[in-house]
């Protein structure tokens, strides 16, 4: 992986002075999710009177933490979960929001704010929208402002969803964890009151078998070994060309390694099949592989736009077509259901110069997650995309050094993100506890200035 050693100087004591001095950026080490870590080291104060604000209250306490509704002017805060879901009219954020602004300077480093509210697109009424529509501007702001590595998102909540739901305390854990270390400026929705916690946090994908594509390295072979972690035995899929460090990968955890070309026509045959025979299960598939193969759209020949499709999006559709066939990848009502969760790009969404074929894919990636998503329910099992931005890998290491630096530091974390940040983020949307969203794309960027 490449070494952002500019994090490193300046997270020495000596290195913090020169840099403060000279006014450079100033990542801060991030607080990264372990198993024996606690979810969060410090109080967590809970904001805005509404009766879901006493449900949340129950559920922070049961997980052990320390939670207020005031706090000390000298005492640190590790979180902050401020609730809008009664907010009718732009006005009515006011008290809320300053209680936020606060408390900012009281934060502990790689601290957490996460906004609650009710979706904006579930009503008609124009002051109850721009209300909700309110809550998502301030929180995109407040990320931009968030210091030592911390951290601002939201929960959108579906009109009808009970806050007691469990994908609502899974979508808040999540963001409390050091599982999203590098989620900033995000939405997470949940939409339906699906979901079950799982007895172990430590192991919330206990049981299951995962299949992950492009596991041969890079982000793939992070997510095989967070699902791993996580409790899950894992088929990791690569080209025969990969076959070595496939097989390494596979061995490192424990897993099985199937060696596919994702854009053969029948992968989603062989994939279930493999599933089959090894497990006799099959209820998570990671669509990770992907590739790059950069020109000028005046420049593009055919070899590079169609190789591009046919791997990034192509192949995953002809995939999930297999999949949603197969009774392997079914489960009857009241269980948990399959999990698919694909692979889009911050360039998916804002585009990027040079990459109009790995755009169109990408944003192809968005839009297949948001139309398959009924199809899944009707299995009892969700589909979404994660869209990572800059993340320190093979890849972007061989990135000229001026443009590897401004790409890493052009977010609101000043830094790249991991493999693990992107493999994290997965195994949450993979997990029991994220049943209620479904047809999402999330980025992991650390608010990247680019896009949206
Ligand atoms: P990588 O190039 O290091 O790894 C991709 C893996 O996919 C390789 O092991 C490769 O052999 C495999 N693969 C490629 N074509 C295949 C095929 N036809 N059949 C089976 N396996 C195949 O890439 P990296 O950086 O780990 O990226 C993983 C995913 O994340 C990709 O979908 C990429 O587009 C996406 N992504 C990566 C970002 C980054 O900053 N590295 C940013 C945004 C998205």
Redesign the pocket.
């Known amino acids: 992986m490449a070494q952002d050693s500019y994090t490193e100087f300046v997270n020495t004591g000596v290195g913090k002075k020169i840099t403060k001095a000279l006014g450079l950026p100033q990542p801060a080490k991030l607080r990264r999710y372990t198993p024996d870590a606690p979810l969060i080291p410090g109080p967590v104060v809970l904001l805005g009177a509404s009766e879901a604000s006493d449900i949340l209250a129950r559920r922070l306490l049961g997980w052990g933490l320390d939670v207020r509704r005031h706090i000390g002017p000298k005492e640190k805060v590790a979180a902050v979960v401020a609730l809008f879901d009664t907010a009718a009219t732009p006005a009515q954020l006011s008290e809320t929001v300053l209680a936020v602004g606060g408390l900012l300077k009281q934060l502990k480093a790689s601290a957490r704010v996460i906004t609650v509210f009710r979706d904006p697109a579930h009503t008609e009424d124009p002051a109850v929208r721009a209300a909700r529509k309110g809550v998502e501007g301030l929180t995109r702001s407040l990320a931009h402002e968030m210091r030592a590595g911390s951290t601002a998102n939201g929960i959108v909540l579906h009109e009808e969803l009970d806050i007691a739901s469990p994908s609502v305390a899974g979508a808040l854990r999540f963001l409390l964890s050091g599982r999203s270390a590098f989620v900033s400026g995000q939405f997470i929705t949940v939409d339906s009151v699906n979901g079950a916690l799982p007895e172990d946090w430590a192991a919330p994908l206990a049981g299951q078998v995962a299949v992950v594509?492009?596991?041969?390295?890079?982000?793939?072979a992070a997510i095989a070994r967070t699902l791993h972690r996580d409790g899950a035995r894992v088929i990791a899929?690569?080209?025969p060309?990969?076959g070595e460090q496939l097989a390494a990968v596979a061995n490192e955890v424990a897993g099985t390694a199937l060696q596919?070309?994702?854009?053969d026509d029948d992968a989603g045959e062989q994939i279930l099949s493999h599933a089959d025979q090894y497990y006799g299960r099959l209820d998570i598939v990671v669509h990770?592989?992907?590739?790059?193969r950069d020109k000028l759209l005046a420049n593009m020949d055919s070899a590079r736009w169609d190789s591009v499709i046919a791997?990034?999006i192509e192949?995953q559709l002809r995939m999930n077509r297999a999949l949603l066939k197969s009774d392997l990848f079914n489960r009857p009502e009241g269980t948990v259901g399959p999990r698919i969760v694909s692979?889009?790009?911050?360039?998916g969404i804002a585009g990027n110069r040079g990459q109009s074929n790995?755009a169109a894919s990408?944003a192809g990636v968005i839009g297949m997650v948001s139309a398959s998503s009924a199809q899944l329910q009707a299995r009892h099992g969700t589909i979404n995309a994660v869209?990572?931005?800059?993340?320190e890998?093979?890849?972007?290491a061989k990135m000229p050094f001026a443009t590897r630096e401004v790409a890493r530091r052009l977010n609101s974390l000043n830094q790249g993100g991991r493999?693990e940040d992107?493999a994290e983020t997965i195994a949450y949307l993979a997990s029991p506890a994220a049943a209620g969203t479904s047809g999402l794309t999330l980025r992991v960027c650390g608010q990247n200035l680019v896009g949206a």
């Open positions: 594509t492009g596991a041969a390295r890079g982000i793939g899929v690569d080209i060309a990969a596919l070309d994702i854009t990770n592989a992907g590739i790059t791997v990034n192949s692979l889009a790009s911050t360039s790995y990408k869209a990572p931005g800059f993340i890998t093979e890849m972007t493999p992107v």
